[in-house]
């Protein structure tokens, strides 16, 4: 206890001084924490970032542990870095694959045409989870429950799975065909889940941003080739093979805005109703647009309307590429959702998980914006530290 508040006294002062000044702390050099045993990626950092005087910080994951998970998505790149590694084992106990178990990365289409028999027209995708070890051994092995990212999606999905006898020359499947490659694509999945990873995972994006951007369905191949109600099919068809263990939730992006909010809710009511959804999960990639009492009104509203837990799923928030001092405008922003989000919690909604979309900037998909909590070095910004602060406060 001692400790804790002797930690939350050092951080906080430094905190303040970080706010008030605009400055990012130098990394120090830290005895404790070994060196990055690898070599600098593609993706990766450029020179070997040396942990910055955080470590006497206590983790995200133990600050919010009465209020809800902390995660974030990792991907191969990140995990090769020690020191990565090492903020991730400390700070999350939930991650979610950036990557790889989409669609595109799971189906594999060379196996798919030379060993499914087609003479129904091909119902069976064949799956290759080869690509997931580093990341489901480093989560298992280190005691970090995840986050299954997703199953049914317009992007990031092959065209030719939605063709008769996956052959993109020939006219599209049937309704029927398409349900029963769901049907095995679900079925498949978690059954290698639970024979190779059981208890791993808790829960799973089973579609993706299905609302368009107009406030109707996406019109997905998807919903071109199975119907419009081809969410409450694959929800139904995930109910049926999902372990009881992992919890099933829609996720979007641009959720928070109330017409948008509003036609997903209208969506989703009826695969609620039939007890086959668990959970929404709000993107929240945010930035000045988007107001925190929007984000914290639309937690509630998902929960309450639908029944259901709410995640957070993919947070950052863009850096202002207008204000003074953008980094202490994003830092407010973050301990103002993250205030608000634990006031929502102690008032009985029902969040339970907020996962940031990586960790240090470069790496993020929107590296230009400086959406996340660390530099390129690991070095902490304000936003670090208000997040922190939010974390300590009683
Ligand atoms: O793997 C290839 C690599 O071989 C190639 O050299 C390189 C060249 O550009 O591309 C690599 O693939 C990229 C992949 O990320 C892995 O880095 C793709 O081009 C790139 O499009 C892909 O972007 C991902 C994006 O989803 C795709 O839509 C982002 O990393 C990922 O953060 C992002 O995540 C999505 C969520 O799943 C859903 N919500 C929105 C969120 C942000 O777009």
Redesign the pocket.
Known sequence: MRKRILAAVCVMTLAMSLVACGKKPAGNADTTTPAATEAPTA?GPTEEPTLPGIEDAEGFKDLYADYFKIGT?I?PAMLKNLNYRQFIIKNYNSVTC??NM?PESIIDRVATVTTSDLSDGGTHMVLSFKNLATELDFARDNGIQMRG??FIWH??TPEWIFHVNFNPDKEFASREVMLKRVDNYFKDTFEWVEANYPNLFYAWDIA??CMGDNNSMRDSLWYQTIGEDYLEQIFAIARKYAPSYIKLFY?D?NESVSAKRGAIIRMLKPIADAGNLDGMGM?C?LSGANTVMDVLNSVRKYSEDLGVEVHIT?LDVKQSSTATDPEAVQANYYKALFNGLKNLKADGVNITNVTF?GFVDNLS?LKEDKPLLLNRDMSPKAAYYAVLEAGMAE
């Open positions: 993706e998505c991907n950036e990557n989409k990212h997703t992007e990031q993706n941003e996720n992006y993107q990639h993919e979309w998909w």
